[in-house]
């Protein structure tokens, strides 16, 4: 079955650096677009990054752009989220979605908790 497991998170401090990985199995995924969302107490989920199959074209929320960087290793099954100059609006549960067709918002992962504060 499907499975996406993130891992990474934690408390940093405003301007600091964490990276969260997702472990992909049960689906092609080197045939599989990619996605980061997170979600804020008292906040719907918001969409911040994608990535194509090979890894060469992304996307990002105005929220994150310059900020965070998404990539994947497909010898890896793991997609990835570079998150630099975190501040307080940076604090969510992060999770990843694999865009699987016929699969409606595709398959998410349990999320991981990035805390941002002093």
């Known amino acids: 079955q499907v499975q996406l497991v993130e891992s990474g998170g934690g408390l940093v401090q405003p301007g600091g650096s964490l990276k969260l990985s997702c472990a992909a199995s049960?689906?092609?995924?080197?045939?599989?677009?990619m996605r980061w969302y997170r979600q804020a107490p008292g906040r719907g989920r918001e969409f911040i990054a994608h990535?194509?199959?090979?890894?060469?074209?992304?996307m990002y929320a105005d929220s994150v752009r310059g900020r965070f960087t998404m990539s994947r290793d497909n010898t890896k099954n793991t997609v990835y989220l570079q998150m630099d100059s975190l501040n307080s609006e940076d604090t969510a549960v992060y999770y990843c979605?694999?865009?699987?067709?016929?699969?409606?918002?595709?398959?998410w992962g349990q999320g991981t908790q990035v805390t941002v504060s002093s």
């Open positions: 979605n694999a865009r699987i067709p016929g699969v409606g918002d595709g398959y």
């Open positions: 049960g689906f092609v995924f080197s045939e599989t677009y």
């Open positions: 990535i194509n199959t090979v890894g060469d074209g992304s």
